[in-house]
């Protein structure tokens, strides 16, 4: 498993497509685009900001009964890239032990900044889906105005079809 960070969400134009960009936490720095869902970009972009809505999201109430159940978060792992689409898992401790719970990537990094839980991705699925920019010491606008640029060339379907 190769621990990551996120770099943030955006909206790819002209396709209004929400983004998640992750980044290899190594020297190799690979970054990994996940096209997610609206409402679940707006979670992450919120969780990121640290806003807290007037009501709570469903990724703040899922972290607050987690909490509530003596539930924690140990880490969130993109596990599989199948038919362009992303598959991840939640893996939680409680008192009965720990345990493996499917997740939508997106579902499951949104939990992961509210639980303030690392995130990692499988080598092999970062070999299949992820990107290298070649300086990695550049500032981090070049780096996105890179990454911009590749995504110019590319469209949903080109990662995932319905992957959030």
């Known amino acids: ?22 980044r ?3 020297e190799r720095g690979l970054f990994l685009p996940i096209f997610v869902g609206n409402s679940e970009a707006t979670a992450i972009a919120l ?6 809505p007037p009501r709570p999201m469903t990724h703040d109430l899922l972290s607050v009964l987690m909490k509530s159940l003596d ?12 038919d362009k689409t992303f598959f991840a898992e939640l893996h939680i401790r ?23 839980t690392q995130i990692f991705v499988v ?7 992820g990107y290298h920019i070649p300086d990695d010491d550049e500032p981090e606008e070049n780096v996105l105005a ?6 110019d060339d590319v469209t949903p379907d ?7």
């Open 1 to 22: 498993m190769i621990e990551m960070e996120l770099v943030g969400v955006r909206v790819e134009l002209p396709a209004s497509a929400p983004i998640v960009l992750l």
């Open 24 to 26: 290899e936490s190594s």
């Open 47 to 52: 969780a990121m900001d640290k806003i807290d």
């Open 71 to 82: 539930a924690e978060l140990l880490r969130v792992v993109v596990t599989d890239i199948q």
């Open 94 to 116: 409680n008192s009965e032990g720990t345990q493996t719970i499917s997740s939508r990537p997106s579902d499951a990094i949104a939990l992961a900044l509210r639980m303030e």
């Open 123 to 129: 080598e092999d699925v970062l070999q299949k889906a």
């Open 146 to 151: 890179e990454f911009r640029t590749f995504l």
């Open 158 to 164: 080109d990662f995932l079809g319905d992957n959030s």
